[in-house]
């Protein structure tokens, strides 16, 4: 009776939990479309692609930026507009976090809530987008500290899928995804063994591992190729969506996104897909700046997947992680920057711009930090042509905040995506308003 009782108990616990999670959403309204003109005037306006321009002038219309005026200009739009007073307010394009698992997981602990990863070792087909939740709490938290637009990366496996590029505010998934399939996902393997406490393998057993994981990568790909040639050979031959998803990346239409950290294993990746006439994008890349040759020599980025954290060894210099950027930088080698949460730290995704402001304090260029997280994350995602700066043409996926960008003091007022003014609340700000109300019934706090 006693043991019947404990498992009723445990299954009660584990329904609440999963029950808990399930009301845990995105209560915030989805924007509308954009209605009419809308003109930002007076703001500091950063475009990231060009200069810096005080007391200069926005307009929009339909989700897309019509002009970008400097002082004195006046801005031409036919019927009513919306003017807002930029004065003293600092403008700037939506971030983008280059690689998270922001919509595939909510609660770690609650397995019901994370849909980060697939069975099996080696998933081409299946693509981020369509496993997110669009009511996510974590998409309007990011919002709320100007993150807009995200890298969306299935994980678990050597081959996990594809990524997706999404706005981070829609009803739907599909209402989300900018780019559906960014790129092939590769989770390459260690080469060099591990010599912890606890490992329990030998440097042999480790090895011959490694070596067959790269063996079934290299196999799979091999007989991707077979299949292509077999299809244009006789259009009769039976589809095979593994071998489909992976089409765009073997033809160097989209990029491979290889992850891996250590030095022997990001050359032996990044020289595996050169062999095979592929794209590399290397995320991760703690000792990228060792692979520098290899990097520069092939033209390939590197998304550093943070800066707020520990020192990989323990006789690394304390200050690694942030001059990281710095070093490639110098090293001119292409590369943004990303919290490197994955699926694991998507709640700490509103942390993006203080990982770049670490490096400026190491010696990185202000401009070049932004520039990390909002332009050239575009360009590593494919979607450099429609984000990532403020230009004529571009969607007006733009911030508005009270300070530059990367102070931790600043405070986002407004923000848009594609024109549409989004609602910048979330279950942390309910709470805050929540108890300042009661704290002012109480008469300990006084806002008069």
């Given at each position: 009776?006693?043991?019947?009782?404990?498992?009723?108990?445990?299954?009660?616990?584990?329904?609440?939990?999963?029950?808990?999670?399930?009301?845990?959403?995105?209560?915030?309204?989805?924007?509308?479309?954009?209605?009419?003109?809308?003109?930002?005037?007076?703001?500091?306006?950063?475009?990231?692609?060009?200069?810096?321009?005080?007391?200069?002038?926005?307009?929009?219309?339909?989700?897309?930026?019509?002009?970008?005026?400097?002082?004195?200009?006046?801005?031409?739009?036919?019927?009513?507009?919306?003017?807002?007073?930029?004065?003293?307010?600092?403008?700037?394009?939506?971030?983008?976090?280059?690689?998270?698992?922001?919509?595939?997981?909510?609660?770690?602990?609650?397995?019901?809530?994370?849909?980060?990863?697939?069975?099996?070792?080696?998933?081409?087909?299946?693509?981020?987008?369509?496993?997110?939740?669009?009511?996510?709490?974590?998409?309007?938290?990011?919002?709320?500290?100007?993150?807009?637009?995200?890298?969306?990366?299935?994980?678990?496996?050597?081959?996990?899928?594809?990524?997706?590029?999404?706005?981070?505010?829609?009803?739907?998934?599909?209402?989300?995804?900018?780019?559906?399939?960014?790129?092939?996902i590769i989770n390459w393997p260690n080469?060099?063994?591990?010599?912890?406490?606890?490992?329990?393998?030998?440097?042999?057993?480790?090895?011959?591992?490694?070596?067959?994981?790269?063996?079934?990568?290299?196999?799979?790909?091999?007989?991707?190729?077979?299949?292509?040639?077999?299809?244009?050979?006789?259009?009769?031959?039976?589809?095979?969506?593994?071998?489909?998803?992976?089409?765009?990346?073997?033809?160097?239409?989209?990029?491979?996104?290889?992850?891996?950290?250590?030095?022997?294993?990001?050359?032996?990746?990044?020289?595996?897909?050169?062999?095979?006439?592929?794209?590399?994008?290397?995320?991760?890349?703690?000792?990228?700046?060792?692979?520098?040759?290899?990097?520069?020599?092939?033209?390939?980025?590197?998304?550093?997947?943070?800066?707020?954290?520990?020192?990989?060894?323990?006789?690394?210099?304390?200050?690694?992680?942030?001059?990281?950027?710095?070093?490639?930088?110098?090293?001119?080698?292409?590369?943004?920057?990303?919290t490197g949460g994955g699926s694991f730290?998507?709640?700490?995704?509103?942390?993006?711009?203080?990982?770049?402001?670490?490096?400026?304090?190491?010696?990185?260029?202000?401009?070049?930090?932004?520039?990390?997280?909002?332009?050239?994350?575009?360009?590593?995602?494919?979607?450099?042509?429609?984000?990532?700066?403020?230009?004529?043409?571009?969607?007006?996926?733009?911030?508005?905040?009270?300070?530059?960008?990367?102070?931790?003091?600043?405070?986002?007022?407004?923000?848009?995506?594609?024109?549409?003014?989004?609602?910048?609340?979330?279950?942390?700000?309910?709470?805050?308003?929540k108890y300042r109300d009661k704290y002012?019934?109480?008469?300990?706090?006084?806002?008069?």
């Amino acid at each position: 009776m006693n043991m019947q009782i404990t498992n009723l108990m445990r299954t009660c616990a584990a329904g609440a939990l999963v029950a808990g999670a399930a009301h845990a959403q995105d209560l915030t309204h989805k924007a509308p479309p954009q209605a009419v003109p809308i003109i930002i005037e007076h703001a500091t306006i950063y475009t990231v692609s060009g200069e810096v321009i005080n007391d200069g002038a926005i307009v929009f219309e339909n989700g897309v930026i019509q002009q970008v005026l400097r002082a004195g200009e006046s801005p031409r739009v036919r019927g009513d507009a919306e003017r807002i007073d930029g004065t003293g307010k600092h403008v700037y394009p939506g971030l983008i976090s280059a690689v998270t698992g922001l919509g595939l997981v909510e609660v770690n602990a609650v397995r019901a809530t994370v849909d980060s990863s697939e069975v099996g070792d080696m998933s081409p087909e299946v693509r981020g987008a369509v496993a997110v939740n669009p009511d996510s709490t974590l998409f309007p938290v990011a919002r709320s500290n100007g993150v807009l637009t995200a890298g969306v990366f299935p994980s678990g496996g050597v081959i996990p899928g594809r990524a997706s590029v999404l706005r981070l505010d829609g009803w739907t998934w599909e209402d989300m995804t900018i780019r559906d399939s960014a790129g092939l996902i590769i989770n390459w393997p260690n080469v060099r063994p591990i010599t912890a406490r606890w490992m329990n393998q030998t440097e042999e057993e480790q090895r011959k591992r490694s070596a067959e994981r790269i063996t079934k990568i290299t196999d799979l790909f091999a007989a991707a190729r077979a299949y292509f040639e077999a299809k244009e050979a006789d259009s009769s031959t039976p589809t095979d969506v593994r071998f489909e998803a992976m089409r765009s990346a073997i033809n160097e239409d989209t990029p491979v996104f290889l992850f891996a950290q250590e030095y022997e294993q990001i050359v032996s990746g990044l020289t595996w897909a050169m062999d095979q006439k592929l794209q590399p994008v290397l995320v991760g890349g703690r000792d990228a700046l060792l692979a520098k040759d290899l990097l520069i020599a092939n033209d390939i980025p590197v998304v550093i997947t943070g800066t707020l954290r520990q020192p990989s060894r323990r006789d690394s210099a304390y200050d690694q992680a942030y001059m990281l950027p710095v070093e490639l930088e110098n090293a001119g080698i292409r590369w943004c920057l990303s919290t490197g949460g994955g699926s694991f730290g998507a709640s700490d995704e509103r942390n993006l711009p203080y990982h770049a402001a670490a490096s400026v304090a190491y010696g990185l260029s202000p401009e070049t930090a932004l520039r990390s997280i909002t332009l050239e994350a575009a360009n590593v995602l494919g979607v450099g042509d429609r984000l990532g700066s403020i230009a004529p043409g571009k969607s007006a996926t733009l911030v508005v905040a009270d300070g530059h960008p990367l102070e931790l003091t600043s405070n986002v007022e407004m923000a848009f995506i594609d024109g549409r003014r989004i609602d910048l609340s979330n279950k942390q700000t309910k709470l805050r308003d929540k108890y300042r109300d009661k704290y002012r019934q109480i008469g300990e706090i006084n806002d008069n």
